[in-house]
């Protein structure tokens, strides 16, 4: 299913480079193709995850948009954590290092509603992964004054380098907000129509 889709895709890539030009342009920007070959969809996804900077970018209810480096994060303290959780793959045992959320996100200008009753309770931050994967985690779960959950952003796995971040939630029993190969975080205030 997905090669015949992946096929139909990199058909009509090819008729629109045809009648358009070498250029494709999406609602992410726009990706050179080339008419010299045949084009995959998962080329072009690569090409265009290539063509991002390196780090997490954080959007939102933030004061000023950043990208969070690899370097950056590594200036945080560094938090261990061994996990295990379950997966499609069966179950996984981890230890993973990074920087906390919480120490991350505390070192920006997050936008609050002063006038609310503890109105950081109000935001979640969604994390997307360089797949489209999308997982979502509460200020609560992890702001020291309540849950304190030390959830990571993780910058090694078992020892070795990750390329990119991963969202990393201790405690939870399956691993679907481990969110892998990290891109963004964007701190929403759900308190805001």
Not at 66 to 77: G, I, M, N, Q, W
Not at 103 to 127: C, I
Not at 146 to 164: H, K, S, V, W
Request: hydrophobic share 45%; with cysteine.
């Amino acid at each position: 299913m997905t090669r015949t889709r992946n096929n139909v895709c990199s058909a009509i890539l090819l008729v629109g480079v045809a009648l358009v030009g070498s250029a494709c342009s999406s609602d992410d920007g726009v990706v050179v193709v080339s008419a010299a070959g045949p084009v995959s969809s998962v080329g072009v996804a690569q090409e265009a995850a290539a063509e991002q900077p390196a780090g997490v970018r954080v959007v939102g209810a933030v004061k000023e948009p950043v990208t969070v480096t690899a370097e950056r994060l590594r200036s945080f303290p560094a938090q261990t954590q061994a996990v295990e959780f379950d997966s499609s793959k069966g179950r996984q045992s981890h230890v993973y290092e990074g920087a906390a959320l919480v120490d991350v996100l505390s070192s920006l200008d997050v936008v609050t509603d002063g006038s609310a009753k503890n109105p950081a309770l109000r935001l979640a931050v969604l994390a997307t992964g360089s797949d489209g994967y999308r997982a979502a985690v509460s200020w609560g779960e992890f702001a020291p004054e309540f849950a304190a959950t030390p959830i990571l952003l993780a910058y090694a796995e078992d020892g070795r380098a990750l390329d990119r971040p991963r969202l990393v939630v201790p405690g939870d029993g399956k691993g679907g907000r481990y969110v892998s190969g990290l891109t963004e975080l964007r701190v929403v205030d759900l308190g805001v129509n």
